[in-house]
């Protein structure tokens, strides 16, 4: 496993931290946070992580005309798909929507099994082709790195090529788990925390991702 904050060389990853994204970061970590702060501060949260994945989209130039003179309007050529990784990943998804209107959604359900801590998945539905298509995965939580594996072959098995992991926070086991798995994916997240525990829970981490949003089940 590499040392906390070291990051695999084959992995391009972008750490987004920025104060605020951090401030929202630490409301998700405090346990005394509810249900509801939570999701909000991980509404807010995925704004700063979509606009730091969308940097580097293709863009098309359109010609339009403002109240004054003639210009060009600039839009994404090529929005990406948007796959949530439920349950967690649903509390991603509408603000990513809101960024990037235009886009797709997929769905993936897994939940990962806490005393094996493999990913056992229960629902797909994504498009029968991505070839040629960005894809963003919608994940706050990053532990063993199982479930995105999982999540990610299912992309590629569709002609993905483009694949970003969009996480708030990872443990180094799991970015050593993608470096590992040779995907050709980047990952975008908030932290790179220390280490897992025994339990596979991301320390210091914030707890399950899941049941802070909608609760134990
Ligand atoms: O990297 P891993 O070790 O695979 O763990 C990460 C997974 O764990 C959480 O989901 P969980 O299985 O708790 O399901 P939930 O979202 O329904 O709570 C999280 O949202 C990831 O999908
Ligand atoms: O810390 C963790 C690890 C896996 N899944 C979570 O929701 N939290
Ligand atoms: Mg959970």
Redesign the pocket.
């Known amino acids: 496993m590499p040392a906390p904050h070291e990051v695999p060389s084959n992995l391009p990853l972008v750490l987004v931290d920025h104060p605020l994204a951090q401030a929202r970061l630490s409301t998700m970590r405090d346990a005394r946070t509810d249900n509801a702060a939570f999701r909000a501060a991980l509404r807010e949260l995925t704004l700063m992580l979509i606009y730091e994945a969308t940097r580097g989209l293709s863009v098309e130039r359109v010609p339009i005309h403002t109240p004054v003179a003639k210009t060009n309007a600039i839009r994404l050529s090529n929005p990406p798909l948007l796959v949530p ?5 649903l509390g991603m998804a509408d603000q990513a929507h809101a960024l990037i209107p235009e886009s797709q959604m997929g769905f993936v359900g ?3 099994d806490e005393e094996t ?1 493999l ?1 056992t998945p229960y629902m797909v539905s994504l498009p029968e082709s991505l070839a040629g298509r960005p894809v963003f995965v919608l ?10 594996v999982h999540t990610i072959k299912l992309l590629l098995a569709r002609g993905a090529t483009d694949v970003t992991a969009i996480c708030a926070l990872a443990a180094p086991e ?1 970015l050593a788990t993608l470096a590992a798995a040779n995907l050709g994916i980047r990952v975008v997240t908030a932290s790179i925390d220390e280490r897992l525990n025994d339990s ?1 829970y991301i320390v210091p981490g914030l707890g ?4 802070r949003q909608f609760g134990a ?1």
């Open positions: 990784v439920l349950r967690a990943g897994i939940a990962r801590l990913p994940d706050p939580m990053l532990a063993t790195g199982g479930s995105m799991g596979g399950d991702a899941g049941d089940v």
